[in-house]
């Protein structure tokens, strides 16, 4: 064997080994590494740190903020805002197959979709979330139970993510304005419109603020700034081409539905009636007006509780907004003073405290709104 031919082998030699001692170091750090785990809760304040999202049980959710989204995200993976609210990054997990609803928060964005509103989003199983799932279950001839059980679970399938993420806009940071505690300071504002970026996004999302938070435990909402994102139930209902034929309140239920020519429900909302009985009408009502954006005029006469509505010798007129009295919709009845309309406080519909009108939540008002026409009766049940 000539000296060319072993330097040869010597190379060979030292190749393998290199080559050995590499996959072996591979595969000890393949097989010794920690399985992929769900990011832990960060300590709030944490630049950059992950949070979870803890949906009610069985359904649980994960979400992770970092870049803008280059289209609207379809994920049950999402990202949370760090304490640095950044944009949002990529879904972790991008396809979504449709399945019977999981847990209540679930089934409240699936009949929301449907126009069967259970109130606010909070995914509690509440009254009205109960009120919600009767009458889902009417409509699909189930045992009207008010319970998610299995039936309803197999019937109402959700068929897109129920959380999704919303980018703040640079309108949306400008737009709240403080609101004045008197009917006189409401009455000089420009408008009665939001008055905190989190009222506005939890009405843009139909749930209760509190919800939001917990949502996004990492979001400082007073210094949130343009293109930084949140995550928010993915909630959206755009009425048929179809009209109610006739709309009824029940009284007792306090819930207010609407139907159309075959009498199939087309929408179920929490109502909130009068306080005083002798203020509760009962029969047939007609609609005579509708108006979008509507202005409220404050009369003193009709707020006798009021000490600062008795010291006025004049009437008010309070310019429009989400946070007017009478909120982002009026429908007018055929009895004088009396109407269906939105409200500032959606967390309180469903209660016996107006002064004779039905309020509904803000986007339940203009919901109502696309589906009556002038003329459309308004049956009232005790």
């Given at each position: 064997?000539?000296?060319?031919?072993?330097?040869?082998?010597?190379?060979?030699?030292?190749?393998?080994?290199?080559?050995?001692?590499?996959?072996?170091?591979?595969?000890?750090?393949?097989?010794?590494?920690?399985?992929?785990?769900?990011?832990a809760?960060?300590?709030?304040?944490r630049?950059?740190?992950?949070?979870?999202?803890?949906?009610?049980?069985?359904a649980?959710?994960?979400?992770v903020?970092?870049?803008?989204?280059?289209?609207?995200?379809?994920?049950?993976?999402?990202?949370?805002?760090?304490?640095?609210?950044?944009?949002?990054?990529?879904?972790?997990?991008?396809?979504?197959v449709?399945h019977?609803?999981?847990?209540?928060?679930?089934?409240?964005?699936?009949?929301?979709?449907?126009?069967?509103?259970?109130?606010?989003?909070?995914?509690?199983?509440?009254?009205?979330?109960?009120?919600?799932?009767?009458?889902?279950?009417?409509?699909?001839?189930?045992?009207?139970?008010?319970?998610?059980?299995?039936?309803?679970?197999?019937?109402?399938?959700?068929?897109?993510?129920?959380?999704?993420?919303?980018?703040?806009?640079?309108?949306?940071?400008?737009?709240?304005?403080?609101?004045?505690?008197?009917?006189?300071?409401?009455s000089l504002?420009?408008?009665?419109?939001?008055?905190?970026?989190?009222?506005?996004?939890?009405?843009?999302?139909?749930?209760?603020?509190?919800?939001i938070?917990?949502?996004?435990?990492?979001?400082?909402?007073?210094?949130?700034r343009p293109g930084?994102?949140?995550?928010?139930?993915?909630?959206?209902?755009?009425?048929?081409?179809?009209?109610?034929?006739?709309?009824?309140?029940d009284?007792?239920?306090?819930?207010?539905?609407?139907?159309?020519?075959r009498?199939?429900?087309?929408?179920?909302?929490?109502?909130?009636?009068?306080?005083?009985?002798?203020?509760?009408?009962?029969?047939?009502?007609?609609?005579?007006r509708?108006?979008?954006?509507?202005?409220?005029?404050?009369?003193?006469?009709?707020?006798?509780?009021?000490?600062?509505?008795?010291a006025?010798?004049r009437?008010?007129?309070?310019?429009?907004?989400?946070?007017?009295?009478?909120?982002?919709?009026?429908?007018?009845?055929?009895?004088?003073?009396?109407?269906?309309?939105?409200?500032?406080?959606?967390e309180?519909?469903?209660?016996?405290?107006?002064?004779?009108?039905?309020?509904?939540?803000?986007?339940?008002?203009?919901?109502?709104?696309q589906l009556?026409?002038?003329?459309?009766?308004?049956?009232i049940?005790?």
């Open positions: 064997m000539n000296s060319r031919q072993i330097t040869w082998i010597r190379r060979l030699a030292w190749g393998g080994a290199g080559l050995g001692l590499g996959v072996v170091g591979w595969l000890g750090w393949h097989f010794s590494r920690p399985a992929a785990q769900t990011p809760s960060a300590v709030p304040g630049t950059g740190a992950t949070a979870t999202v803890q949906l009610p049980s069985p649980r959710r994960n979400v903020m970092d870049q803008p989204p280059v289209a609207p995200l379809v994920a049950t993976n999402l990202v949370l805002p760090s304490a640095t609210n950044r944009a949002v990054a990529a879904p972790v997990e991008p396809a979504f449709p019977p609803v999981h847990s209540i928060f679930e089934a409240q964005v699936e009949l929301a979709r449907r126009a069967i509103s259970g109130g606010s989003l909070d995914g509690v199983l509440g009254p009205q979330t109960r009120a919600a799932l009767r009458a889902f279950q009417r409509q699909e001839h189930l045992s009207p139970t008010g319970e998610l059980d299995e039936d309803t679970q197999r019937c109402l399938v959700i068929s897109t993510p129920p959380l999704t993420i919303y980018n703040v806009t640079a309108e949306d940071i400008e737009r709240p304005q403080p609101l004045a505690a008197t009917w006189l300071g409401k504002q420009s408008r009665l419109d939001f008055a905190s970026l989190l009222e506005l996004v939890s009405e843009k999302s139909q749930s209760r603020p509190d919800w938070r917990s949502l996004n435990p990492g979001a400082d909402w007073a210094r949130l930084m994102a949140v995550v928010v139930p993915r909630v959206s209902c755009v009425p048929g081409p179809f009209k109610a034929a006739f709309v009824r309140i009284l007792a239920a306090k819930t207010l539905e609407a139907f159309d020519a009498t199939n429900l087309v929408a179920h909302f929490p109502c909130s009636i009068a306080a005083r009985l002798e203020k509760r009408p009962v029969g047939i009502l007609t609609v005579t509708l108006v979008a954006n509507p202005s409220y005029v404050m009369d003193p006469r009709n707020f006798p509780e009021s000490a600062e509505a008795q006025l010798d009437k008010l007129i309070l310019p429009p907004g989400p946070n007017n009295p009478v909120g982002t919709a009026w429908i007018s009845l055929d009895k004088p003073g009396y109407g269906i309309h939105g409200t500032p406080r959606p309180a519909v469903g209660r016996a405290e107006s002064h004779g009108c039905f309020r509904l939540a803000n986007w339940n008002a203009e919901y109502l709104m009556v026409d002038i003329g459309t009766p308004v049956i049940r005790p």
